[in-house]
């Protein structure tokens, strides 16, 4: 196998191929970015197929038949309640931490009650079942929570609601709307997976140690809470309140620009010319907007996202618009991003056992730029 010349570095790694993947697909600079999961390009994949569809299709390769989604389904529905120690856990966790930091707890708990714990770590059958039970009982987590954070007592899943609605009713304690709980949904399904960003990054070198699933998707929380990364669409909605007003919106955005602030929810690492994520998502905001007859929060977004992208050559990323549909839908701001990781942990457990499945340890190297050669003094000399 090659390395790379010591002199080769790439701060960031900005532009390294560290992987093959079979799973995502990202086109970062011609025309408007592209993105397609396992082939199917994601303005195909968006609105057409449910959560369930989607996680399934990074999970097992393909889009399920109808057999197959059934039985999924039924998978996930049995998989979906939390265990009690858990929930007496959450109960405990002090008052004020965040909703990301609880998560991260809670997926490291839901490893020690997985009746496949002990499974040999490169056994794909075995990781493919831990996976769907994640990605049913993190979004069971968020919620009871979420309801405890409250002083709320969570709610059991329900059987018969699919991913999305089980999930907002969960949360809510009554059933979503169709609207509520389809518009969710796709935002769900754009989140579910998303090539070699950070906390995907983050999973596959933990796996790449021949780690657990569990502890991959642990460090994959931690990596995602960052504001450079899923934190960011919590702050995309506090750039929105702290407009507050359409009319204050062209002044606010030019103001912060000539402060050279860094706008969240906007720019990215590999798309330069678009998010297409935050393309499809805007045009459902704007639907939910008009629907529960209020458009403020459109019409603040809209001169930012014009003056940011015309001004600075930034595009909004998906965590712009996914802060407002959220909004829309009554969800409480700091569980957006565990939102984003209960999606995205579908996408994870796919590079994770794509990582098992043909590991080789990631162990990068860094170029020393500290003091050479120095001799050790005995401690009576170093003053
Ligand atoms: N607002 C203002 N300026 C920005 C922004 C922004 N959102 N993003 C980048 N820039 C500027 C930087 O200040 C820098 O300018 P300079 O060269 O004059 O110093 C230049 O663009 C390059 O910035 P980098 O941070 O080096 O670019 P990078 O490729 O690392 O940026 C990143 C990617 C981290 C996402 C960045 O665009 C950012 O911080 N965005 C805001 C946070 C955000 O929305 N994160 C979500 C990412 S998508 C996701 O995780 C779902």
Known sequence: MSSASEDTYFPGLEGVISNETAIADMQGTEGQGGLAFRGYAIEDLAGKVSYEEAAFLLLHGDLPSKAQLEEFGGRLSSARAIPDPLVTLLKAVPEGVHPMDTLRTAVSVLAHYDPEVNAPVQDHAANVRKAERLIAQMATAVAAAARVARGQEPIAPKAGLGHAANFLAMLNGADPTEAQAEAFDLSLTLYAEHELNASTFAARVTASTLSDIHSAIVSAVGTLKGSLHGGANEKSWEVLQQVGEPEKAERWIQDALARKERIMGFGHRVYKTGDPRAVILKRHCQRVAAEIGD??????????????????????????????????????VPIYTPIFAMARVAGWAAHVIEQLDNNRLMRPRARYVGTPNRAVRPIADRG
């Open 295 to 332: 458009d403020r929060w459109e019409r603040i977004a809209e001169p930012i996202e014009r003056a940011v992208t015309g001004q600075k050559n930034l595009p909004p990323n998906v965590d712009w618009p996914s802060a407002r549909l959220y909004h829309y839908l009554g969800i409480e």
